[in-house]
């Protein structure tokens, strides 16, 4: 899989002097103007706002990035239907994270040998190597493997990558290495490891 990262840099507003660009970006999300973005909506707008087919096909990143961008403000919205959904004032940091969830689906697909949207033990040792490029030295792989499982299915699945991504700082070496800000990456830790 070659990514873009450039592409996918320049379509993601994230920077602070973007502020009216990432205004623009979230109304073209949300169609029907209500000032709060759905799941449905999101995904939607990865294809039609962001046309970036790598990303409207990572769903487990859309969604991952997501819900956790919904969860990380209380919203102030008298209908009570903000901490469903995601608000303007969550909607630089759910591109921040889609970025970054990316980039854990990126990796995640490159172990995942047979494309089954898991990773069994195999492929996990047989990507050993090439793991440790992104997050360092792995010592045992199967007690890593093991400890990754959270739900000792025998398989590791994306949101068990995902939480073990964010400990491990998983870094790829062919990425663009976007700065998220210190305050998005502390809520990716506290939010994305529960």
Known sequence: MSIDWDAIYKKLPTGKDQKAERKEMFM????????????????????????????????????????????????KRPDGHGDDYIEFREFKFFLCALRQYFEYFVAFSRVDADDDR?????EFTSAKELMEKWVGPIADAEAEFN?????EGGVVLFDEFC??????????????????????????????TN
């Not at 898991?118 to 195999?122: D, G, M, P, Q, S």
């Open 118 to 122: 898991r990773i069994n033990l195999e």
């Open 28 to 75: 073209m999300f949300d169609p029907n103007g209500n000032g709060i973005l759905s799941l449905a909506e999101c995904d939607k707008a990865m294809r039609d706002v962001i046309c970036l087919d790598e990303l409207f096909d990572a769903k487990p990143a859309i969604m991952r990035a997501w819900q956790i961008a919904k969860n990380c403000t209380k919203s």
């Open 147 to 151: 400890a990754i499982d959270l739900n």
């Open 163 to 192: 939480k073990w991504a964010i400990t491990k700082a998983l870094d790829l070496d062919d990425d663009d290495d976007a700065e998220m800000g210190e305050n998005t990456q502390e809520k990716m830790e506290k939010l994305g």
